[in-house]
Nanobody
């Protein structure tokens, strides 16, 4: 069964950078409407960034100017570049995307398993 797989989470010092990647576990026809969410301990999952149109991504106010979401359609991968990281960015980051497995199968929404980002000195 196809899964979304995130990678790139790590422990980083405040002010540092990380790039998260999200891709399908096997070859698929296409990836659409990618988004990144995060969930810190004791808090609800929140939307960090979303991309439905390559020219108009959306960001949570808390990450505007620091995070950049992008999509590589050739690699069927969604990225989240995170710069100037702060301790309050510490959370499990989840990828969410609409995948078209095959041309004859309708688009379906998938969640990844999450990747831990810890910002601490």
């Amino acid at each position: 069964q196809v899964q979304l797989v995130e990678s790139g989470g790590d422990l980083v010092q405040p002010g540092g950078s990380l790039r998260l990647s999200c891709t399908a576990s096997e070859r698929i026809f296409g990836i659409y409407n990618g988004a990144w969410y995060r969930q810190a301990p004791g808090l609800q999952r929140e939307l960090v960034a979303a991309i439905t149109n390559p020219n108009s991504p959306n960001y949570a106010d808390s990450v505007k100017g620091r995070f950049t979401i992008s999509r590589d359609t050739a690699k069927n991968t969604v990225y989240l570049q995170m710069n100037s990281l702060k301790p309050e960015d510490t959370a499990v980051y989840y990828c969410n995307a609409d995948l078209k497995i095959k041309p004859t199968i309708p688009v379906r929404n998938y969640w990844g398993q999450g990747t831990q980002v810890t910002v601490s000195s």
